[in-house]
């Protein structure tokens, strides 16, 4: 009741916000929809989807470290959000693509407090052995048993887990079970195609804005394990295409989603504002 009370609030201290101001600048096409239903006009409303410093994120080299022989290594970083639906999406998906590639490993980045709790799901289907834990702990945490806690799973702890993911993975997948309404907020997908990881997303809304399918990598239906599965085979069998599809992501995000691409579509805005005032 109180968190519906909350949204309630925000939702009414938003349209009063907009509604008074001389122009409204949102980051995405579904706030603009909204602030529009809601009343405010379309001419005040510009979208300036979120942006990267690309000087900050170097090209990866994907599976540098050698954590698996002759296979592949397929990373995910797991939220607090929606964890163990995801998981067992990533598990359901990693049994069906060990059919066919038996080197197949998981590596993922997940909180040290969500370690128990994935770790029984992937005991479950017997994969403990084929998952990697990337933590996201603290030197504290580790020392107090994070990792060995981790019992047969690999495991290791990170300042920067989301670089050491991207850096380590052979393929970054951005899952989206089937019953979970929000897509995860796209910004680490923007990290990753910014390295030039090769990217398997789930087919949302969100994922699709950013990613063009087959150039800077390969959507697949949300929620269905076989269908990641076959996304990831895919890949697997065209390792000649990524460094081209790798390109691609980099390309998107140095020519779409810059600082400095971004950071112009406030020009005209401003400009749009001062005008008014002469």
Not at 33 to 59: N, S
Not at 109 to 119: E, T, W
Not at 189 to 203: K, N, Q, S, T
């Amino acid at each position: 009741w109180q968190a519906a009370c909350g949204r309630f609030a925000l939702r009414a201290l938003e349209a009063w916000a907009a509604a008074r101001a001389g122009a409204v600048i949102t980051n995405s096409e579904g706030m603009r929809r909204r602030l529009h239903d809601g009343g405010v006009a379309a001419c005040k409303i510009t979208v300036v989807p979120d942006a990267l410093d690309l000087a900050r994120y170097a090209p990866s080299a994907g599976g540098d470290m050698g954590l698996v022989d002759g296979g592949a290594l397929i990373g995910v970083s797991i939220g607090m959000a929606a964890s163990e639906s995801c998981f067992q999406l990533m598990l359901a998906a990693l049994a069906l693509l060990r059919k066919r590639w038996t080197g197949a490993r998981l590596l993922v980045a997940c909180d040290a407090r969500q370690l128990a709790a994935l770790r029984a799901l992937a005991m479950r289907r017997a994969l403990a052995g084929q998952v990697t834990a990337l933590l996201r702990a603290g030197a504290r945490e580790a020392d107090n048993g994070a990792v060995a806690a981790a019992g047969d799973w690999q495991a290791m702890v990170s300042a920067a887990p989301t670089a050491q993911l991207h850096r380590l993975a052979d393929i970054v997948v951005f899952p989206q079970a089937a019953m979970q309404a929000v897509a995860a907020p796209p910004h680490k997908l923007l990290e990753a195609m910014a390295r030039g990881c090769v990217i398997a997303a789930a087919d949302t809304p969100a994922h699709r804005s950013l990613i063009e399918h087959g150039r800077s990598g390969l959507l697949f239906s949300a929620g269905d394990a076989a269908a990641l599965a076959d996304a990831l085979d895919v890949l697997l069998r065209g390792r000649a295409g990524w460094p081209a599809m790798a390109a691609g992501a980099r390309w998107f995000i140095e020519y779409q989603r810059s600082w400095e691409v971004c950071a112009a579509r406030y020009v005209p805005v401003y400009e749009g504002l001062l005008a008014r005032r002469r």
